[in-house]
């Protein structure tokens, strides 16, 4: 990339609940640093608001987004809306005097970084898609599976980690989210194992709010109260993601997870589903995402799908005292 990274121009699509606080610190980086502004959109406009008061450009369409960037993140809901929003800024992107009108020089490539959980087989169809048009395109395009990890408080706290790939401009995608919105990087080699590497990830943090779930069910039928087990909890593992989830599962009478909303029960089975898929394609199995899931699918069905997915424990409470 023959331009330097302060003279980059970014993009941001996408202003979910991780979205808008990623976008927001990025802005306000950029606005402290003397830098561009970020052009954002987000279908629903008005959660883009937020990120224009502190001085981002907002565009009506990801395709005009991509003309006005030279690295667009991504923080969308799944692999549809990642496929459709990349699909139309390839469209843009052919279209060579639309592109010309929007920048003199074409020969820097639009790298289209996705923070985005997605599964590997819609990485790869991307990656593929993306080599099939380039030859139409006016422009290289790259694209970088660079998924986080951290919850919305991580996220405004700067605090997040970020995935990176190697063979996709990893140095670049570093010195822009680092640290305006996340905290450090890994890089693994290449896009598909970046999705790979975040979905086992996420299980990992499943498996934290199963056990927790199960291990303050049975401690509180046995007289040991959430509250107690928490501090257990406090004392022995005082990392965020165990400390965070182990809070939420005690506040509010323990219905925290009822108000307190960073991701979804639908996101959660979303993303659990993929790590039991995954690992059934390397002919293994994941007992404790399956376990998950189907907590996950109890309160999707009986609860609200709208709670966050430490709710999964009330499917645990229920068996527990199936009356209530």
């Known amino acids: 990339m023959s331009q330097s990274i302060e003279s980059l121009r970014v993009g941001w699509i996408g202003l979910g609940n991780l979205g808008i606080e990623m976008a927001k610190n990025l802005q306000s980086y950029r606005s402290d640093n003397g830098l561009s502004p970020v052009t954002v959109y987000n279908r629903t406009t008005a959660k883009c608001q937020a990120v224009e008061q502190l001085g981002a450009t907002v565009s009506s369409s990801p395709a005009k987004v991509a003309l006005a960037s030279d690295v667009v993140f991504l923080s969308l809901f799944n692999d549809d809306a990642v496929k459709s929003v990349v699909q139309e800024i390839l469209t843009a992107v052919a279209d060579k005097e639309k592109e010309q009108q929007a920048r003199s020089s074409l020969s820097v490539p639009l790298v289209i970084a996705d923070t985005t959980t997605m599964h590997p087989t819609m990485t790869q169809s ?84 199963e056990a927790l779930g199960e291990a303050m069910a049975v401690s509180h039928e046995l007289g040991v109260s959430r509250e107690t087990y928490l501090e257990f909890v406090k004392e022995v593992f005082p990392v965020p993601p165990v400390l965070g989830y182990a809070t939420k599962l005690v506040d509010q009478g323990g219905e925290a997870a009822k108000t307190q909303v960073g991701f979804t029960v639908p996101g959660g089975m979303k993303d659990v589903g993929y790590a039991i898929d995954v690992a059934k394609s390397v002919g293994m199995r994941l007992p404790v995402a399956e376990l998950a899931y189907e907590h996950l699918q109890w309160v999707n069905d009986n609860g609200n799908p709208d709670w966050d997915w430490s709710s999964l424990a009330y499917a645990l409470r229920k068996e527990a005292r199936p009356e209530n």
Do not use: C, Y
Request: glycine share 2%; net charge positive.
């Open 126 to 209: 991307l990656v593929d898609l993306i080599n099939e048009r380039q030859p139409e395109l006016s422009r290289p395009v790259v694209f970088a599976q660079t998924p986080v990890w951290g919850a919305p408080p991580a996220a405004k706290a700067r605090k997040l980690v970020l995935v990176t790939n190697k063979n996709s401009m990893a140095e670049t995608v570093s010195a822009i989210a680092v640290p305006a919105f996340a905290r450090t990087t890994i890089e693994v080699e290449d896009q598909v194992r970046a999705a790979r590497f975040k979905i086992m990830g996420n299980f990992m943090i499943a498996a934290i709010i």
